[in-house]
């Protein structure tokens, strides 16, 4: 079983960073693709941010500039540094990962959700 693990949300002022990780556990063979998306109330969630297993990256528009992704494959980890901070920001933000393991193909798997809170 595959479990991810999201750390590093909290509450900051606007025009502040926060760094949030994810790491995966388990039976990992390899895991493709890594992305973050962000859920606020009253909406769906959205893409953030996302990044292949050869460093390829993509961000929504309204964090372009702003948010960076990064992955350690050693660690099996994503990461995102978020600054510039905005209160539209605000969101309870989940990772992503395609995951390979010795039973199953690219099978998608969730982090719990961590919540960013961004005060004006």
């Known amino acids: 079983q595959v479990q991810l693990v999201e750390s590093g949300g909290g509450l900051v002022q606007a025009g502040g960073s926060l760094r949030l990780s994810c790491a995966a556990s388990g039976t990992v063979f390899s895991i493709n693709a890594m992305g973050w998306y962000r859920q606020a109330p009253g909406n769906q969630r959205e893409l953030v941010a996302t990044?292949?297993?050869?460093?390829?990256?993509n961000y929504a528009d309204s964090v372009k500039g702003r948010f960076t992704i990064s992955r350690d494959n050693a660690k099996s980890t994503v990461y995102l540094q978020m600054n510039s901070l905005k209160p539209e920001d605000t969101a309870v933000y989940y990772c992503k990962m395609e995951v390979t393991t010795t039973a199953q193909y690219n099978l998608a798997y969730w982090g719990q959700g961590t919540q960013v809170t961004v005060s004006s």
């Open positions: 990044i292949t297993r050869g460093g390829t990256t």
